[in-house]
């Protein structure tokens, strides 16, 4: 398959995910993506940013992340509804890479059935980024990705 110049989708995985490298390959190969692995070592949120100053137009970002009662791992950084404004500028500059109608997919990965991921959450990293925001129930889609299941989608912006 050949290498799209300008990707269009860009798949982030944190490396805590039990088989992150499979999923995170089928994903990549599916959405015909460009594919990022984070450093558990560092901040997640700021690898993702600087990832992104090197993108335009993408219209999709898909986030295989470890989630755990009220937060999500990304490298060593836990993203919640309660600290969005701390990245407020990270999460607005991912903005500037995305095409309009753009959209966020944050893939659960071993979320407890309890958890339900806040709409107020889901809103303002929907508003600080500019895309349109969903959450996958479940992983199993990459055995066959149009089978993706979104429990919220779209999150209007």
């Known amino acids: 398959?050949?290498?799209?110049?300008?990707?269009?989708?860009?798949?982030?995985?944190?490396?805590?995910?039990d088989q992150y490298a499979h999923f995170a390959y089928e994903i990549a190969q599916f959405a015909q993506a460009e594919l990022f692995?984070?450093?558990?070592?560092?901040?997640?949120?700021?690898?993702?940013?600087?990832t992104l100053t090197h993108h335009q137009a993408l219209q999709s970002l898909h986030?295989?992340?470890?989630?755990?009662?009220?937060?999500?791992?990304?490298?060593?950084?836990?993203?919640?509804?309660?600290?969005?404004?701390?990245y407020g500028w990270d999460l607005q500059q991912w903005g500037e890479a995305f095409a309009p109608q753009a959209q966020i997919f944050l893939h659960r990965w071993n979320m407890p059935a309890e958890f339900e991921v806040p709409n107020l959450f889901l809103?303002?990293?929907?508003?600080?980024t500019g895309a349109k925001v969903a959450i996958t129930s479940h992983?199993?889609?990459?055995?066959?990705?149009?089978?993706?299941?979104?429990?919220?989608?779209?999150?209007?912006?």
Not at 37 to 50: F, H, K, N, S, V
Not at 123 to 128: A, E, F, K, V, Y
Request: hydrophobic share 40%; aromatic share 4%.
């Open 1 to 17: 398959m050949a290498r799209q110049l300008h990707p269009t989708a860009l798949v982030i995985v944190d490396p805590n995910v």
């Open 37 to 50: 692995i984070l450093d558990e070592q560092a901040d997640g949120i700021e690898q993702i940013t600087t």
């Open 63 to 86: 986030l295989i992340l470890p989630s755990e009662c009220n937060h999500f791992r990304l490298g060593n950084a836990h993203l919640t509804a309660f600290n969005l404004d701390r």
């Open 123 to 128: 809103t303002r990293l929907s508003l600080l």
């Open 139 to 157: 992983l199993a889609c990459v055995e066959d990705p149009t089978t993706l299941e979104v429990e919220t989608f779209p999150v209007s912006s």
